[in-house]
């Protein structure tokens, strides 16, 4: 069953689907985008609407304005939580990034500006991230008497390195988008004006590829690092005795040895 989404029903986001690409745009840029719950419950549906829908081959996240992608968690909303409030809050965020992360279909972050505190996490769940020369990066919560929250210290370190980010958590540094590529947060640093078009490309090259390959290298990427080399190439070897068993599998090895281009029908 897809999940319904209405204009009505997402206030504080954008989601808009075009030639199999679904497009979420956070749109607070008043509050530079800073995430309220209501933002999360938002995103959850639209993601869930973006997995379930097999006309989408993959998705692109960015914010509204010029000036952020997201600033993080709605601090005003923080100032009001109760303990109990504040940890069902950081659940939701974090489900939201698994979400993300284990979508089944690309996720590029497109960051157009600030990406701090839960808006750097939201785009480390991505599976790419493109950064535009404007783009800053930080998980500065400790200067506000809180810390990474949405899987800041858990997905950082593995991105960066237990020192980088231990360093870029505890001092609560902004960096720049040339720093970010440096250190690995990020993929590509790419023009302002061309960072959706760039985003564009990438998903169109993957998405000439067998979907159930790119879905299972994904899965196996992911589950991998979070266990032991032997039980990460356990997990590699089932998914591709999956990837064996896809018509699309004979589908890419009979064109390749035909000399033409494949035909894949994600089967
Ligand atoms: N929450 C709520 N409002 C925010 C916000 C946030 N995270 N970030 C910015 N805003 C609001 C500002 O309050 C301001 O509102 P008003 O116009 O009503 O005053 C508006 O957005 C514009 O912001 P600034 O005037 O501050 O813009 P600036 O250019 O001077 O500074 C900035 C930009 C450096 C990003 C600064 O806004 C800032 O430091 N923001 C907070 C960043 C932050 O601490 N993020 C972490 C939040 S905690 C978190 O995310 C926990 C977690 O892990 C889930």
Do not use: W
């Not at 607070?28 to 081959?57: G, H, W």
């Not at 698994?98 to 500006?113: C, D, H, M, Y």
């Not at 970010?180 to 960072?195: C, D, K, M, Q, Y």
């Amino acid at each position: 069953m897809g999940v319904a989404i209405t204009t009505a029903s997402l206030g504080n986001i954008l989601y808009e689907t075009k030639g199999g690409i679904a497009y979420i745009t956070f749109n607070r840029p008043k509050v530079l985008n800073a995430l309220n719950k209501s933002v999360i419950k938002e995103l959850k549906t639209a993601f869930e609407t973006a997995q379930e829908d097999s006309t989408v081959r993959g998705v692109i996240l960015t914010g509204a304005g010029d000036k952020a992608f997201a600033a993080g968690a709605d601090i005003s909303e923080m100032l009001q939580d109760t303990p109990l409030e504040a940890e069902e809050k950081t659940r939701l965020g974090q489900a939201l990034t698994t979400l993300i992360e284990n979508l089944g279909k690309p996720v590029i972050a497109a960051v157009n500006g600030y990406a701090l505190g839960g808006g750097c996490e939201l785009a480390m769940a991505c599976t790419i991230r493109l950064a535009s020369e404007t783009a800053k990066f930080g998980q500065p919560e400790v200067k506000i008497g809180i810390m990474p929250g949405y899987g800041g210290t858990q997905r950082l370190p593995r991105l960066v390195g237990k020192g980088r980010a231990l360093q870029l958590i505890l001092t609560g540094d902004v960096i720049g988008a040339e720093e970010a590529h440096r250190i690995g947060l990020v993929n590509e640093i790419v023009p302002s004006g061309s960072l959706v078009v760039r985003a564009e490309a990438i998903l169109k090259q993957i998405n000439a590829n067998a979907p159930q390959g790119v879905k299972f290298s994904i899965e196996a990427v992911n589950k991998g690092l979070d266990t032991s080399l032997d039980e990460g190439l356990l997990i590699e070897a089932s998914l591709f005795g999956l990837c064996a068993a896809t018509e699309d599998k004979k589908e890419g090895t009979t064109a390749f040895l035909a000399k033409r281009a494949p035909q894949f029908q994600g089967r």
